[in-house]
């Protein structure tokens, strides 16, 4: 039996981008963030699929579920969170691509 596939949400706040009402917690930036990837998916994907959804804070877990084939699409909130330069979002877009992985941006 194969493992069905999932949308992977990624979700990444930078430390600079936390306001002081946070008070130091990323976690209203980042039920923000998951508020939004979900809004974006109930927009974009028919209804069956509403539900196949993994949240991931780690990238590395995140790769490495895109490397064993457990991942469908890939969600952020703006692409810029995947990678820490240029070259590196380039590379992982071009990875993705080429394992037929899309990739939906909020922003």
């Known amino acids: 039996m194969t ?7 990624y979700l990444m706040v930078r430390h600079d981008e936390l306001r002081p009402e946070d008070q130091g917690s990323y976690d209203k930036p980042l039920a923000a963030q998951r508020e939004a ?6 927009e974009k994907l028919p209804p069956e699929e509403h ?3 993994s949240f991931y804070t ?3 877990q995140l790769f490495m579920d895109i490397d064993r084939k ?17 070259d590196e979002l380039e590379g992982i877009l071009f990875e993705c691509r080429s394992a037929g992985i899309p990739i939906l941006a909020v922003r």
């Open 3 to 9: 493992e069905e596939k999932f949308t992977a949400v």
């Open 37 to 42: 990837c979900l809004a974006l998916i109930k």
């Open 51 to 53: 539900d196949a959804v």
């Open 58 to 60: 780690s990238r590395s």
């Open 70 to 86: 457990k991942v469908k699409r890939v969600v952020v909130y703006e692409l810029d969170r995947l990678a820490a330069d240029r």
